[in-house]
């Protein structure tokens, strides 16, 4: 009875993995609609996502101290993941992202960032020194494939050498942030991971507004979210609560739960979500390409995703067939009998 229930709690913990991962990645994208309809009302990128860190922190705040309640050596001893996560995962790749709006299309700009799970492919391959598998290089082209598709990089785009460094520098930023979540470690819990990384890249965005090296421009006119026109707290409250608060906490789960190679392929879907948030919220119908193009991101997180279960499992049947090898080394194995005491059966 213990091994089928292991295995069935074991494919019920990958399927929560992946759930959790695309909650995440739904949520994730639905800061786009928020956000746009705070700009139109004259609020400027600074100032939103300084906003949105800063509520999003002090939310977590409180969750975090009862987590943290009696183990407070936890903040001590993981200070310096918590502030890579908040300096380069999440106040890096918001800041390096809006520096490639400013000089490219948002469509490129964020294609360039995305690349983040092509660039973990990569690193992985170097670091390993083993080429990636066939279904995982397929799954990567086909997720670009579509995030192509879905961004309809159509007609004249601008193009701009110090644009594209800074979005490469967001992907970059990305790759880190999932690494650093992914990273097994029991004594940081997501929780408190997600507020105190929130809280440092809140820092981060106020002191870059402050230096002047990001405009900030607040507005308290009306947003316009689908057919309602609402106060402008409520824009914000969705981008502070289910952006940021409910996406990085999950997003942190997912990363642990799946790797930082497959959670990253699965964050592809957040560009899906988008679109369909924008065309439920802003009106912004898709079009055919942009479906066909999820259709090929959703096909090549799967095709990922396949190819690390059958790594998985092969290297599970690996393990146990050394396992057994060893067993068998030793079935046979007697006990040597000591010299000088050696018996004679007697005769009949």
């Excluded at 990305?174 to 929130?198: H, Q």
């Excluded at 940021?244 to 699965?266: P, Q």
């Excluded at 146990?320 to 030793?330: G, S, T």
Aim: aromatic share 8%; charged share 15%; hydrophobic share 55%.
């Amino acid at each position: 009875m213990s091994a089928p229930t292991t295995k069935a709690d074991a494919k019920g913990f990958l399927a929560s993995g992946l759930g959790i991962a695309l909650f995440s990645s739904a949520v994730f994208g639905t800061s786009g609609s928020f956000a746009k309809s705070m700009l139109e009302t004259g609020w400027s990128p600074g100032a939103a996502v300084a906003v949105r860190l800063t509520g999003a922190a002090i939310i977590l705040a409180i969750p975090a101290v009862v987590v943290l309640r009696g183990r407070w050596h936890q903040l001590k001893d993981n200070w310096l993941t918590i502030l890579l996560f908040g300096l380069i995962g999440v106040a890096g790749c918001q800041l390096f992202y809006f520096n490639a709006v400013a000089r490219l299309s948002v469509g490129v700009a964020l294609l360039l960032e995305y690349l983040a799970p092509v660039m973990i492919v990569l690193w992985l391959w170097i670091a390993s020194r083993r080429r990636p598998r066939a279904l995982t290089s397929a799954g990567a082209l086909l997720s670009l494939g579509g995030l192509v598709l879905v961004l309809d990089l159509t007609g004249a785009v601008k193009v701009d050498f110090v644009g594209v460094l800074w979005g490469m520098a967001a992907a970059v930023c990305l790759v880190i942030y999932f690494f650093i979540t992914a990273k097994e470690n029991d004594t940081l819990p997501p929780l408190v991971l997600a507020s105190g990384g929130l809280m440092v890249g809140a820092l981060v965005m106020w002191l870059v507004g402050i230096l002047g090296l990001l405009p900030m421009t607040f507005s308290t006119a009306d947003t316009t979210l689908g057919p309602w026109t609402t106060p402008w707290w409520v824009s914000a409250v969705g981008l502070i609560v289910l952006a940021t608060v409910l996406a990085y906490v999950s997003g942190i789960m997912a990363a642990r739960s799946l790797g930082s190679k497959v959670a990253s392929f699965v964050s592809l879907t957040e560009v899906l979500f988008a679109v369909v948030w924008a065309w439920l919220l802003l009106g912004e119908l898709p079009g055919p390409i942009q479906l066909l193009g999820g259709l090929l991101i959703v096909g090549g997180v799967v095709l990922v995703r396949v190819d690390e279960l059958r790594g998985d499992r092969r290297a599970a049947r690996q393990d146990a067939e050394l396992a057994a090898a060893r067993v068998l080394d030793h079935a046979n194995d007697v006990e040597p009998v000591p010299s000088g005491h050696v018996t004679k059966e007697p005769r009949n």
